[in-house]
């Protein structure tokens, strides 16, 4: 068999790979704590459900257009005006089959071959492998965790250069739980400004799960509004990981183009899902209040279990529900059979001997860290973390 040389541009999910792991393990009856997979572990709130029930009886059941529903993409524009304080109009609105085809979208419309693309580590591992089927060179700046897992204004200075088409980050950010302030964005947008070529892709769909208060937007600084691309979705804060619904926000001619992109991949998205959409965004917030409430309970509990680990190094996260220490202590260490020698292949023994899945850090571009969710019960959080703790513990003994 023959197949494509796209394939060999971009690489398999190791978020996807380690939770598909997992449940072989979990198929051959073994017990394996899922802290890999960045999904609420909450139901869907009973207003959404029965939104789309309604519109299920009510024969919503018909191809919609490639943009969104109409009074999906107004209620859009409603929650950027309500929680953000940002002005948009309907035809600046793309509604997807997730978030991810909204980063898809945005990335296919703006990147030409050679089009250089500026990724601060650490990142969503969908960034870069997008960026290469799309044939854009990444480019990749290093922080660090001293600085919070932020990139500095001199560190964006120095990696801008007159070939960048495009700059992405996430903030909440995947993996590290990085919330940028409104005064680090002010000093990354006067970097901005001297480079009016630039665009911006924002993720900001760990928006609603912060634990220092409101959400801030790069794109409410009117300097660089219209280059700034948002995206966003419900899967985070509103528990709807399976309904598969995401928007972007962006000037008109690039919503036109992502409108454009979609259109040849997907047409438009899932009908009942988006009648459901326009209640989640419409409708009172609490229960993803009290969804946020409990995260950052499991929060204080994963960095007190943390603290009892020799070796691990890890800024408390502000938002998300991820965290992201650095375990180098234990690299070169055996574990009776084989020797650890860098963050895949401890993921793979807590996989393998502690029966807790997680995600190495080189799939988010930092190799010394591995990913854990705490969206899980705190009773398997605890049980995660001592499984853990014994694991390494193993390692440090021998």
Not at 3 to 13: K, Q, T, Y
Not at 147 to 162: D, H, M, T, W, Y
Not at 258 to 271: D, I, L, M, R
Request: net charge negative; hydrophobic share 40%; with cysteine.
């Amino acid at each position: 068999m023959s197949l494509s040389h796209f394939l060999d541009r971009f690489n398999e999910p190791e978020t996807l790979r380690m939770a598909q792991l997992g449940r072989e393990l979990r198929a051959q009856g073994i017990d394996v704590i899922d802290m890999s997979l960045g999904e609420p572990d909450f139901d869907t709130p009973t207003h959404i459900k029965e939104a789309a029930i309604t519109a299920i009886r009510e024969n919503w059941t018909h191809y919609t257009p490639v943009a969104g529903l109409p009074e999906l993409r107004q209620a859009v524009c409603h929650k950027l005006k309500r929680d953000n304080q940002l002005d948009y109009r309907p035809e600046q609105i793309v509604v997807s089959t997730g978030a991810k085809q909204s980063l898809a979208n945005a990335i296919l419309s703006l990147i030409d071959e050679g089009d250089e693309v500026i990724i601060p580590t650490p990142f969503w591992v969908t960034y870069s492998e997008l960026v290469k089927i799309a044939r854009g060179h990444v480019k990749i700046v290093r922080t660090t965790s001293e600085n919070g897992f932020k990139i500095s204004p001199q560190q964006l200075e120095e990696a801008l250069s007159p070939a960048t088409k495009l700059f992405m980050f996430s903030s909440p950010c995947n993996p590290s739980g990085a919330v940028y302030t409104n005064e680090e964005f002010k000093a990354l947008v006067a970097v901005f400004e001297k480079y009016p070529q630039v665009y911006i892709i924002s993720d900001e769909i760990y928006e609603y799960i912060n634990f220092k208060g409101s959400h801030c937007s790069i794109a409410s600084f009117d300097s660089i509004h219209d280059r700034v691309i948002i995206i966003n979705g419900l899967s985070k804060g509103f528990a709807m990981t399976g309904w598969r619904l995401g928007y972007l926000a962006a000037s008109v001619a690039i919503a036109k183009a992502c409108e454009k992109v979609q259109g040849q991949f997907t047409s438009g998205a899932n009908s009942i899902t988006q009648k459901a959409a326009v209640a989640a965004l419409t409708a009172d917030l609490r229960p993803t209040e009290e969804m946020v409430a409990e995260f950052a309970k499991r929060k204080e509990l994963v960095l007190e279990l943390m603290q009892t680990i020799p070796g691990l190094i890890c800024p408390p996260p502000t938002g998300a529900f991820y965290v992201f220490p650095d375990m180098s202590a234990y690299f070169d260490k055996p574990d009776g059979e084989t020797t650890i020698r860098n963050a895949a292949d401890l993921s793979m023994y807590l996989l393998n001997k502690a029966h807790v899945s997680s995600v190495m850090g080189d799939a988010f571009g930092e190799p010394r860290c591995v990913r854990f969710s705490f969206a899980n019960s705190r009773e398997n959080i605890k049980e995660g973390w001592r499984r853990i703790s014994d694991a390494l513990a193993a390692l440090r003994s021998l």
